[in-house]
Structures are given as structure tokens and as C-alpha cells.
């Protein structure tokens, strides 16, 4: 069965530090892969998606960026962060099907930042 | 411009009765529409999805309608139970959006024992 990794779980960086968060799959090959935010009392708002290693789709213009290194990882990052980039980032994974695609999505990550 | 609107921010309901959660869109090129529980600090979880041929899709205690000349879906909760407390968010996809999928803002469902 597939599953979705996530790390950390939480944490907190002061503004200006860089940043990076992991996602990796398992179970599955070549999978659309994406980054939402989920900022506090607002819905999911799609940052980036992938369809391939190298491939990366920017949905909002944002001091944040994306790479897919491997097939099964992808990687949220920043040089500098900002107060308004705190929130809870969520990585999900869809089979990469053509039509219809349900997206699956793990864990979380909660950044505070200070 | 929200394409996908989710107008109730919060629903209360008694254990054991039904739960309904409404959505509303605008872009009439939607063509498959899904349902997602998150609890708090968590990922989302898929529940159940529909797709535009169908006007009613059932898993259980879950059943989602669809109205496509309205543009609005919903989801039925019956019987309620406190472990269905959460936060559900409504999302809907085309085909030109390259399998990506458009989310509502959510609702939080409150069910009282």
C-alpha cells in the first residue's frame, strides 16, 4: 500500500532563516506530487505540484520553492523566511492518472514562524 | 474569485441525527468533485468523491448529491457521531486543471453526544 511521509512534524524558525521540508512516498511510482498551505482559518491553497522529477508548477507567486529531486521526494524550501509564511504545510501525492485523480495527503508539517 | 464555496464556516449537530455540509461552485467545467476530513494538526483524509454523471454517490454513512444545474453538492452524515467532528473540505477538478484539485475553505462539523 502507498503511504506519505512528512518532517518534521513542527517547527519553529525565526524570520530571515532558511528553510526546508521533506515529503516522500512510498508504494507508488511516478506520482503527481504537490505543496498546500493551510494558513490559519483559510482552506488549502495549492503552492506547487509535480509531474516528474525536475517538474515543478508554481500556483502563487511566494518567497517558497520547490524541487523534486527524485521520483518519490519532494522538497518545500526557502532562503528567508517570513512571519506570513507560518502555517501548516501539507504534502500530498495522486496517482498521476489521466482524468479524475484523488489526491492523498500526509501528515503536515506546522511552521511557526517567529 | 472562489471557484469552490463551502458558505458555512461551522454546523453543530446531535449525536445520532444527520449531518448535511454544503458546497457551491462556479465553474461549470468541474467534472469530478470530492470530500475530505481533517482533523486538527493532520492531513486530510479522502472520504468520498462523485463524478458529474452520477447524482448520488453512497459509502456507508456517507453519501454525496450533486446538483449540476444548481452547482452544489453536499454531503450526508447519518447517523452522526462524535468521532465525525472535524473539518470537511469540499474540493472539485476539471480536466484542464492538470489533475489539480480546487479546495473550499471548509466547514467545521461539531457532533454533540
Known amino acids: 500500500s502507498q503511504t506519505i511521509h512528512q518532517w518534521p512534524a513542527t517547527l519553529v524558525q525565526p524570520v530571515g532563516s532558511p528553510l526546508s521540508l521533506e515529503c516522500t512516498v512510498e508504494?507508488?511510482?511516478?506520482?503527481?506530487l504537490y505543496w498546500y498551505r493551510q494558513a490559519a482559518g483559510r482552506g488549502l491553497q495549492l503552492l506547487f505540484y509535480s509531474v516528474g522529477i525536475g517538474q515543478i508548477s508554481s500556483e502563487v507567486p511566494q518567497n517558497l520553492s520547490a524541487s523534486r529531486p527524485q521520483d518519490r521526494q519532494f522538497i518545500l524550501s526557502s532562503k528567508k523566511l517570513l512571519l506570513s509564511d507560518s502555517g501548516f504545510y501539507l504534502c500530498a501525492w495522486s496517482g498521476g492518472l489521466a482524468g479524475p485523480d484523488t489526491q492523498y495527503f500526509g501528515p503536515g508539517t506546522r511552521l511557526t514562524v517567529l | 474569485d472562489q471557484q469552490v464555496k463551502q458558505n458555512s464556516p461551522s454546523l453543530s449537530v446531535q449525536e445520532g441525527r444527520i449531518s448535511i455540509l454544503n458546497c457551491d461552485y462556479t465553474?461549470?467545467?468541474?467534472?469530478?468533485f470530492l470530500w475530505y476530513k481533517k482533523y486538527p494538526a493532520e492531513g486530510p483524509t479522502f472520504l468520498i468523491s462523485?463524478?458529474?454523471?452520477?447524482d448520488k454517490n453512497e459509502d456507508g454513512r456517507f453519501t454525496v448529491f450533486l446538483n449540476k444545474s444548481a452547482k452544489h453538492l453536499s454531503l450526508h452524515i447519518v447517523p452522526s457521531q462524535p468521532g465525525d467532528s472535524a473539518v470537511y473540505f469540499c474540493a472539485a477538478y476539471y480536466g484542464g486543471s492538470q489533475g489539480n484539485l480546487i479546495f473550499g475553505k471548509g466547514t467545521k462539523l461539531s457532533v454533540k453526544p
Open positions: 465553474n461549470s467545467m468541474f467534472d469530478y
Open positions: 508504494g507508488t511510482s511516478n506520482p503527481n
Open positions: 462523485i463524478s458529474s454523471i452520477k
